[in-house]
Each structure stands twice: as structure tokens, then as C-alpha cells.
């Protein structure tokens, strides 16, 4: 897996890419058996707005997986809590879309199945009788 880090409006020191890293790093499992690695845009960075008070950190990610790209951005008073929101985020919504995928594949080779014994004459891929 490959993560690329870019900081802005702060110093990148190596404690932070080493947590991103070992944080984001744990979503490859969520990417297993595809053909290209899965490759991370990580964008952290300190902002300032004018409805909040002090300092807050940005974290914005993407990973491009072949299911299709994926993207979360978090706003927290502390960096590594906005780096952890992201990787619950990017969590979510990549077992979202592998369940979706199993359930749909099921679904179709069930129906599949009842065909092929003679319990339904609807055609599975046209979904008509």
C-alpha cells in the first residue's frame, strides 16, 4: 500500500508520518485480493476559521482501490484524532461497499439457483417472468 503525505501549514516531522502511516496502513486488509495495490492521498494540515476558537487540525484522505475512490475529511482540536476519524470514516464506507458487492452476488446466484430447478421462471437478468 502506498501512502502518500502532504502537510500543509505545518512541518511534517517523522512522528506524524509514522502514525499515519500505521494508521492508514491498517486499511489494506479492507483491499484484499485486488490486482493494484491500493494507493492513499493523505492532506493534514493545521486551519483556522473564523467561528472556532484556537487551533484546529485537518485531516482529508483519499484512496483509489479498484471498488472506486474513496474520501473523508475531519476537522478535530487534535491532529491524531483527525487522523483517526479519517480511518473510521474510510473503514465504513469500504466494508459498506464490499458488503454491498457480497449481498448483490448472493442475491443473483440465488435466483440463479431457483431457476435452474424450476421454482421460478423469472430471468435473473432481465428480472422479468
Known amino acids: 500500500m502506498q501512502i502518500d503525505i502532504k502537510a500543509i501549514g505545518i512541518e511534517l ?22 490486482l493494484t495495490p491500493p494507493r492513499i492521498e493523505v492532506e493534514v494540515g493545521k486551519t483556522t476559521e473564523h467561528h ?16 472506486g475512490p474513496f474520501h473523508a475529511t475531519k476537522e478535530e482540536a487534535d491532529l491524531y484524532a483527525a487522523v483517526d ?15 454491498r458487492g457480497t449481498t448483490l452476488f448472493r442475491r443473483g446466484a440465488r435466483s440463479v439457483k431457483k431457476m435452474l430447478k424450476g421454482l421460478s421462471k423469472r430471468n435473473p437478468f432481465t428480472s422479468k417472468y
Open 52 to 67: 472556532k476558537k484556537g487551533d484546529f487540525f485537518s485531516a482529508q484522505a483519499k484512496i483509489y482501490c479498484v471498488n
Open 13 to 34: 516531522t517523522s512522528a506524524i508520518e509514522d502514525y499515519v502511516h500505521k494508521r492508514l496502513g491498517g486499511l489494506e486488509k479492507f483491499t484484499k485480493g485486488e
Open 85 to 99: 476519524a479519517i480511518r473510521e470514516d474510510l473503514e465504513r464506507q469500504l466494508v459498506a461497499k464490499k458488503d
